[in-house]
């Protein structure tokens, strides 16, 4: 996560940090209906595509251990900071670039 200042005005609001339990995710609406997987660990907040590349499974509703999030319907385990496969090498989930500023988070455009 890249931290900003001055942001501009037009940037996407996603949400508040403080709307992502500790160890937990979120999932939010991007623009022109891209559903984004907010995580938050270690009060740091990471954000990937919430489309597995394997099949479509909702990343944000998978179970997150170790800072990795594994996919509810196949099994398929990411990196929630950078979207790395761990079982299926090459297919990465895609990392949303977000930025924070006072506790409120930006999608990066």
Not at 19 to 35: N, R, T
Not at 40 to 48: I, Q, R, S, T, Y
Not at 50 to 62: Q, R, V, Y
Request: with cysteine; glycine share 12%; charged share 20%.
């Amino acid at each position: 996560m890249t931290i900003k200042k001055n942001i501009n005005q037009d940037c996407t609001k996603l949400g508040l940090v403080s709307d992502i339990p500790e160890g937990k995710s979120i999932i939010v609406e991007g623009p022109e209906g891209l559903q984004i997987a907010l995580f938050k660990l270690n009060g740091e907040v990471f954000a990937l595509d919430n489309a597995c590349p394997h099949m479509g499974g909702p990343l944000g509703e998978g179970c997150i251990e170790h800072g990795a999030v594994t996919c509810p319907w196949h099994g398929w385990q990411f990196d929630i900071q950078t979207g790395y496969c761990e079982n299926m090498p090459g297919e990465n989930a895609r990392k949303i670039p977000i930025h924070v500023e006072d506790g409120v988070i930006y999608l990066v455009d």
